[in-house]
Each structure stands twice: as structure tokens, then as C-alpha cells.
């Protein structure tokens, strides 16, 4: 399996500088030659200080269409949602002038949410830029190891783009949503942003075929940056 390198920095700092500037660099370069670029944020902690980096950020915002890559089946006002977080940190500033397509919608249904979402995540594509972060168990978006919908999710010919998650043992937690591996790789770059050295120990050694991120780094549809700081 032919990785990318890992790009590492010597601070958190450095690095959150780092991918909001390949971030913004991309989503201009897609702009300006189609016309328009989609963004597939991901939540969790570390990339809020990227995106509030990115808010500050000169790009044709206004030209930009921001989804996410999954979300927890909540609404924003949770405190768990990636939307909520995406809308409190990237949001704002010149980046508030970006159109915003979720993935929850109140008063439907888990797969009822999945399939609204898709027209949304449709017009966002191709993406400029998908953003994700790994897990342990190598997962990324909301396609856990063990998921009854992983296949479904990991099938490079499947039409769908979003597809309901249920929880799990050991992991989801709580029902989510998730772009599926052939919506998340119709992308110019899908930049992995990781932080600690174990999950560098798992992006740079020998890496289990079955592990979902492995079907990332295998694709050859969209370009791969993995960048990394302790």
C-alpha cells in the first residue's frame, strides 16, 4: 500500500496554522476552476482551532458549500453535535458567507435525515477539500469497525452518499450520519488531521486491510495529506 508521508509539526499550533492554510489554498484552487468548492468538515476537538483559523481566512467563501463528513443524530443546539461545532468555530467571520448543508434534520427520522441530506452533499461535490480525523480502531467519518453498514458505507460503487449509522458496541455510541467513502473521495484532497502518537504508530506501521482508514489510504480518486503534531 503506497501511504502518503506524514507531515509532521512541532506544535498543535503549527499544525492548525498548517491545515488552514492547505484547507483555504484548496478551496480557492476549486473555485476558481469550477466555480464553486464543497468543504466536508469532521467534529471533534482538535479541528476547532482550524476552523477558527479558517473563519479569519481570505477565500471566495461565498462560493463555498460547507457539509459535514458525519454528525451525531442531534440537533445543533446539542452539545455533541458537529454541526453545532462547525457553526460555532467556521462559521462565522468572512466564512459565515458559505452556504451550510446538514446532515440532522428536526422532525425527521434517522434515515430520513441520511436521505434529505443527500441533495445537499450532492451540490457540495465534487469537494475542494474533505477534512477527517482517524480513530484508534481506525475509523473515520461515522464508519465504525463492526458497523452493520460499513460495507455499504466502504462500497466504492454504492449511490448513496449518506447512510444512518446505528449505535454499537464498542462504538458509535449514539446513532449518527455519515458520508459514505465514495461521497467523501469525490475530492480534490481529503486531508487526515492527527494528533498523539499512537495514532501515528497506526498511520505508519503495517496497517489491517479490514481497517476502514485503510480504504482511504489505498483510493486513488482524491489526493491524501496526513498531517500530525503530538
Same mark, same amino acid.
Given at each position: 500500500m503506497n501511504r502518503p508521508p506524514i507531515e509532521a509539526f512541532s506544535s498543535r499550533e503549527d499544525l492548525y496554522d498548517a491545515a488552514a492554510s492547505v484547507l483555504v489554498s484548496a478551496l480557492t484552487t476549486a473555485v476558481a476552476e469550477r466555480g464553486q468548492a464543497g468543504f466536508a468538515a469532521t467534529g471533534g476537538t482538535t479541528p476547532a482551532p482550524v476552523y477558527d483559523r479558517l473563519a479569519t481566512m481570505t477565500a471566495p467563501w461565498d462560493k463555498v458549500v460547507v457539509t459535514l463528513s458525519d454528525d451525531r443524530f442531534v440537533p445543533p443546539s446539542h452539545a455533541g453535535s458537529n454541526e453545532g461545532l462547525v457553526r460555532r468555530h467556521l462559521l462565522v467571520g468572512e466564512a459565515a458567507k458559505a452556504e451550510f448543508a446538514p446532515l440532522y434534520f428536526e422532525g425527521a427520522s434517522q434515515e430520513e435525515s441520511a436521505l434529505k441530506a443527500e441533495?445537499? #452533499?450532492?451540490?457540495?461535490?465534487?469537494?475542494?477539500?474533505?477534512?477527517?480525523?482517524?480513530?484508534?480502531?481506525? !475509523?473515520?467519518?461515522?464508519?465504525?469497525?463492526?458497523?452493520?453498514?460499513? $460495507?455499504?458505507?466502504?462500497?466504492?460503487?454504492? !449511490?448513496?452518499?449518506?447512510? $444512518?449509522?446505528?449505535?454499537? !458496541?464498542?462504538?458509535?455510541? &449514539?446513532?449518527?450520519?455519515?458520508?459514505?467513502? $465514495?461521497?467523501?473521495?469525490?475530492?480534490?484532497? &481529503?486531508?487526515?488531521? #492527527?494528533?498523539?502518537?499512537?495514532?501515528?504508530?497506526?498511520?505508519?506501521?503495517?496497517?489491517?486491510?479490514?481497517?476502514?482508514? $485503510?480504504?482511504?489510504?489505498?483510493?486513488?480518486?482524491?489526493?491524501?495529506?496526513?498531517?500530525?503534531?503530538?
Amino acid at each position: 500500500m503506497n501511504r502518503p508521508p506524514i507531515e509532521a509539526f512541532s506544535s498543535r499550533e503549527d499544525l492548525y496554522d498548517a491545515a488552514a492554510s492547505v484547507l483555504v489554498s484548496a478551496l480557492t484552487t476549486a473555485v476558481a476552476e469550477r466555480g464553486q468548492a464543497g468543504f466536508a468538515a469532521t467534529g471533534g476537538t482538535t479541528p476547532a482551532p482550524v476552523y477558527d483559523r479558517l473563519a479569519t481566512m481570505t477565500a471566495p467563501w461565498d462560493k463555498v458549500v460547507v457539509t459535514l463528513s458525519d454528525d451525531r443524530f442531534v440537533p445543533p443546539s446539542h452539545a455533541g453535535s458537529n454541526e453545532g461545532l462547525v457553526r460555532r468555530h467556521l462559521l462565522v467571520g468572512e466564512a459565515a458567507k458559505a452556504e451550510f448543508a446538514p446532515l440532522y434534520f428536526e422532525g425527521a427520522s434517522q434515515e430520513e435525515s441520511a436521505l434529505k441530506a443527500e441533495e445537499g #452533499v450532492a451540490a457540495a461535490s465534487p469537494f475542494g477539500a474533505v477534512l477527517l480525523g482517524v480513530g484508534a480502531d481506525g !475509523h473515520f467519518a461515522s464508519l465504525f469497525p463492526g458497523s452493520p453498514v460499513l $460495507a455499504q458505507g466502504l462500497d466504492p460503487e454504492t !449511490h448513496r452518499l449518506v447512510l $444512518a449509522a446505528p449505535a454499537g !458496541h464498542p462504538a458509535p455510541d &449514539i446513532p449518527r450520519l455519515s458520508l459514505t467513502f $465514495a461521497a467523501l473521495t469525490r475530492a480534490d484532497l &481529503i486531508m487526515l488531521l #492527527v494528533t498523539g502518537e499512537a495514532k501515528r504508530a497506526l498511520l505508519e506501521g503495517p496497517i489491517d486491510p479490514a481497517l476502514p482508514v $485503510a480504504s482511504i489510504l489505498k483510493q486513488d480518486r482524491a489526493m491524501v495529506r496526513i498531517l500530525w503534531a503530538e
